[in-house]
């Protein structure tokens, strides 16, 4: 049965398990949105050595926001803002957003908030989720801070899903601690491919994503590369296939934690 | 034709009120009777220059005995020995004149003031409520003579001639429209023209003493002598045209504003939070009303606590965009009250909004709204503005420069976006800057070779892929001499990192030793 079609079916159509764990297997890929809606609450773990997280999170947001079927009562083109919240601690290791290297559509969208403290900035998170005039809100927090714990997760995901507003949360430098994330990803860069005129040049962005924990995809990895307008992703390795039939069947593919 | 253009059918008509003893009558009304009692002798109210002591005013026997306006004190007091002075009041002299205006607009909807000491009325379609013309002055005239104040007024279609005929001609002089105004405002010296004093005295070297005399030369020679002059005040030929009515001329009306303000005196001082919250959140309820009658919002608020022992507190909230909901106000307000100090109690409080904005009516439930769609951008911004503070909430504005750092700015997120120029398509930039560039040790083929391998952060990174340099001189009308050229380099690594650097400066360039190499920017 094609992904599309079994995605495209309400939850509670299924009665049976097996017909839930076919359900289950539906695996993540690009302009999934179209069918699914957007993903509400992710979280993206990166370095802070590298803007790898932040790309990646960049990438899903814009391709969930090109893909998500336009209601016929809106206006043709989406012009709404989007909120960048980071904490001081994030833009002194990351640096701050430059306007000019923003991809095209959200040059001159941004709303960008510096929060001193995790406890600001997860107030900014959650005002922005409320907003209904914002296209989505873009987090980064460094660490396992105290503040950022399940219950605040929750609250995230509660107001996000309540007001339909995806949030982006990058964690810098952290570990995978409890959270109630729909999706949670681990990004690093990748090589990217030679572009066609020099290619002795960097070239357009690629990055090494692993899906780890998701409520309705097998986790997997890709290769995600972005081109022009569209996200491309690719099967990382073969290792992931194994893994996702063992999920499908009901069994959690484990694997050592990378940190602690 | 005529149909539009009412003006042509019914020409204006201007009240000129001209109180040429503005400041004494207001100093003698100012006070007590020994005031009144020292009238009657000499009397100047002096100002301090430079120079000393110079007369402002002086009344009728002042200048009887000699003292006039512009005389240093000194010479007066020579003239006068027992002369009497007092400290003149420009200030108050206009704030009196600006209460006048408004007072004046009982002889027309539309009044102006004339500094330092005349009024403009606009009477046109009015003085057949007063019986006439005539009747209207005599009524103006009376008005002020109850008040005591001196004045002299004058009607006429301009406002320069009506101002002309109060200040020179005979006492209540109308100027009817379908008179010759050229004919009866000939006899006024050049004075009336309302000039300058250096065009004044032009004038009178060129012998020209009254307006009908500067017909007599011709239009073209006065035009030759003052071609450099565009004020009006300056060119006797605009203020001609003006008086009759050639060029029209622009009058900056006075109209009252009244600032929104609520407040609640409370029986018993308050000293908890909770009934604080009450009374600002009855303060907030009132203000939405007040605001509402007049279809305005709020984009400034200041709220004032007056506590019993004498202290005041005073929190300042300003608005992303115009408001008028109760509840907004209050949630804001409640973020800035938690460090209110209520000492001995709070006994009045009073919420002022100092600048407000037009805002078109709505339909209401706004709030019950916001909770089922979410909030607005503007609200949003509000709230997180008054947590975090101003700076805290912006936007990257490009700005125009070739350096990375200063090409982008940052501004509150509701304003406009100033205009700038398009980026070049070929210029990659990377996706976050550092906020300083940061110091990386470098290995590369000197002087201008690619780098090879870096370390930054304690790491040692190989670098796989380069393309650069793209070369960004020093901006020489901003920074000083000695500031070395930047050449950037994209790069990518052997792990697929992606890095913005650039090395400051090149060997043999003068401009200080071997040059150093940042990383300023990390690209997707």
Redesign the interface.
């Known amino acids: 049965m094609p992904d599309a079609a079994l995605s495209s079916l309400p939850i509670t159509a299924f009665e049976d398990v097996a017909a839930l764990s076919a359900r289950r297997s539906a695996r993540w890929r690009p302009g999934l949105a179209a069918v699914q809606g957007p993903a509400l609450h992710n979280e993206v773990f990166g370095l802070s050595r590298e803007a790898a997280g932040v790309g990646v999170a960049l990438a899903l947001a814009l391709d969930d926001w090109r893909h998500v079927p336009r209601e016929c009562g809106c206006e043709a083109e989406d012009r709404r803002s989007v909120l960048w919240v980071q904490t001081r601690e994030a833009a002194r290791l990351g640096g701050r957003p430059c306007r000019a290297g923003l991809p095209a559509d959200l040059q001159g969208r941004v709303i960008h908030v510096l929060a001193e403290k995790v406890e600001d900035a997860l107030f900014a998170l959650e005002e922005g989720l409320r907003c209904r005039d914002l296209a989505f809100v873009i987090g980064e927090i460094p660490g396992n801070a105290k503040a950022l714990d399940f219950t605040a997760s929750r609250r995230l995901t509660l107001a996000s899903e309540r007001h339909g507003v995806p949030l982006f949360l990058v964690r810098l430098d952290a570990a995978r601690d409890l959270s109630s994330a729909r999706m949670r990803w681990e990004a690093t860069s990748a090589p990217s491919a030679p572009p066609r005129w020099n290619a002795q040049a960097p070239g357009d962005p690629a990055w090494r994503a692993e899906l780890f924990r998701a409520r309705s995809h097998a986790p997997g990895e890709w290769v995600l590369e972005e081109g022009g307008k569209t996200l491309r992703a690719d099967k990382a390795s073969s290792e992931t296939d194994r893994a996702v039939a063992n999920w499908a069947a009901g069994l959690q593919h484990r694997r050592a934690p990378r940190r602690a | 034709m005529s149909a539009l253009l009412p003006d042509a059918a019914r020409p204006r008509r201007i009240l000129s009120i001209w109180m040429p003893a503005m400041a004494m009558d207001r100093w003698r009304l100012g006070g007590s009777g020994e005031r009144r009692a020292l009238d009657d002798k000499p009397l100047v109210l002096i100002a301090d220059t430079a120079h000393g002591p110079r007369i402002e005013a002086a009344n009728r026997s002042g200048m009887a005995a000699g003292a006039c306006r512009g005389m240093m004190l000194a010479d007066a007091r020579t003239l006068c020995p027992d002369i009497a002075t007092a400290p003149s009041d420009p200030a108050g002299d206009l704030a009196f004149l600006e209460k006048l205006a408004i007072w004046a607009q009982r002889w027309g909807p539309w009044s102006a003031m004339d500094a330092p000491d005349s009024l403009l009325v606009d009477v046109t379609a009015v003085p057949h409520l007063f019986g006439g013309e005539g009747r209207l002055l005599a009524d103006v005239a009376e008005t002020f003579a109850r008040r005591e104040l001196t004045l002299r007024c004058a009607i006429a279609p301009t406002a320069g001639a009506a101002w002309a005929l109060s200040h020179y001609g005979p006492p209540g002089a109308i100027l009817a429209a379908q008179d010759d105004a050229e004919a009866r405002l000939a006899d006024l010296p050049v004075a009336a023209l309302r000039l300058d004093d250096d065009v004044l005295t032009v004038l009178r070297r060129l012998g020209l003493k009254r307006l009908g005399e500067l017909a007599t030369i011709g239009r073209d020679a006065i035009q030759r002598r003052f071609r450099n002059r565009k004020s009006p005040a300056a060119n006797p030929l605009i203020r001609l045209d003006q008086i009759l009515g050639r060029v029209p001329e622009p009058l900056l009306p006075v109209v009252p504003q009244h600032m929104p303000l609520v407040q609640r005196r409370l029986m018993e001082p308050i000293r908890h939070r909770q009934l604080l919250d009450q009374v600002v959140g009855d303060l907030a309820g009132d203000m939405a009303r007040e605001l509402e009658a007049r279809g305005e919002g709020a984009r400034r608020l200041e709220l004032g606590m007056w506590r019993v022992d004498g202290e005041v507190v005073v929190r300042r909230l300003e608005m992303a965009a115009a408001t008028r909901e109760a509840a907004h106000i209050c949630r804001l307000f409640a973020a800035r009250l938690d460090d209110v100090d209520a000492g001995f109690g709070i006994e009045m409080l009073r919420l002022r909004a100092s600048w407000a904005e037009p805002l078109a009516l709505e339909q209401g439930d706004i709030e019950a709204a916001a909770e089922t769609?979410?909030?607005?951008?503007a609200?949003?911004?509000d709230?997180?503005t008054v947590?975090?503070g101003r700076?805290?909430?912006?936007?990257?504005?490009?700005f125009a420069s070739h350096i990375?750092e200063r090409?982008?700015r940052?501004q509150p997120?509701l304003e406009p976006?100033p205009t700038s120029q398009g980026?070049l398509a070929f210029?990659?930039?990377?996706?976050?800057?550092?906020?300083n560039p940061e110091r990386i040790a470098v290995l590369y083929a000197t002087p201008d070779g690619y780098p090879r391998r870096f370390r930054?952060?304690g790491?040692v990174h190989e670098v796989?892929?380069?393309?650069g340099p793209e070369r960004i001189a020093p901006e020489w009308w901003r920074e000083r001499g000695g500031t070395r050229l930047r050449d950037y380099y994209?790069?990518?690594d052997?792990?697929?990192?992606?890095y913005w650097i650039y090395r400051l400066g090149i060997v043999g360039d003068g401009r200080g030793g071997a040059p150093d190499w940042y990383l300023q920017?990390?690209?997707?």
């Open positions: 769609h979410g909030t607005s951008l609200a949003c911004i709230r997180l947590r975090l700076e805290a909430v912006t936007r990257p504005v490009p990375p090409a982008q940052w997120p976006e980026e210029h990659r930039r990377p996706l976050k800057l550092l906020d930054w952060r790491e796989a892929r380069v393309e994209r790069i990518e052997d792990r697929g990192r992606r920017g990390l690209c997707a």
